[in-house]
């Protein structure tokens, strides 16, 4: 049989327990987690950096490769402004209190986003947390900031023309592969396993390109009530499925048997 895609290109889950290498959650139910307590939305933004610390501190222990976190949509710019800026301030505040935590567990911190829209000492600060951990070698702890799939794709695009402009790539190169090298997530692999969390099923414009062949994985709890047990289960569930990548079941099968 002649077929376009060899078996080389199945990202089969790497690691050999079927952990997932990268993780990306969509951290939703902030707001409706503090109007449940009759207090204010920003209060459940609050409690949710306490939920991001423990998932993030669960994924370093547990040798998971990469961690994406949606913060703040390209969307989000709708919302009140009291309650954007204090989503900036929280920001800015929580990661200048992280970079201790982040060198100790070894975590290597990337900000993927429009970083241009926010101040000039946010983007300073992001730069300088970005630097310091650099070094480290363990969790790479990708924050989505002012992110959007469609924006990736378009920042993409606009620099892949700019090159062919140039000249430095034929038209013909522009293939998968190209596009995924010019998308703010160059050199990580792709999500194996997307959560939710908020009881919402759906993608609210995250990682469109590089959730092509990822797992879903939803829950009702919100935000700031997410824990390791939780995550356990997504963990769970996506270890018992079985990832196709559109061959049959029984290929899949032999493939695994093969080594
Ligand atoms: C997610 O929680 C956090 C951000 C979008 C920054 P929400 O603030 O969306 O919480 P709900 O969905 O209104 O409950
Ligand atoms: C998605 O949540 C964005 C983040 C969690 C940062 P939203 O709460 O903004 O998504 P929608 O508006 O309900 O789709
Ligand atoms: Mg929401």
Known sequence: MSHAMSNESINFPATD???PRHIAIIMDGNGRWAQRRLMPRVMGHRSGVKAVRKT????????????SLFAFSSENWRRPLDEVSLLMDLFMATLQAEIDNMMENNIR????????AFSEKLQERIRLAEAATAVNTGLTLVIAANYGGRWDIAQAARRIAHSVRLGEIGEQEVSEALISRYLVTDGLPEPDLFIRTGG????????????????FYFTDLLWPDFDEKELGRAIDSFK?????FGFTGDQIQEKKMSG
């Not at 993030?56 to 961690?67: D, G």
């Not at 919402?200 to 797992?215: D, G, K, M, P, V």
């Not at 018992?240 to 196709?244: A, E, H, L, M, T």
């Open 17 to 19: 327990n079927g952990n």
């Open 56 to 67: 993030v501190e669960h994924c370093a222990r547990n040798n998971i490769e990469v961690l």
């Open 109 to 116: 911190l990337l900000v993927i986003g429009d970083k241009s």
């Open 200 to 215: 919402e099923e759906r993608i609210s414009n995250f990682l469109l390109w590089q959730l092509a062949y990822t797992e």
């Open 240 to 244: 018992k499925r079985q990832r196709r």
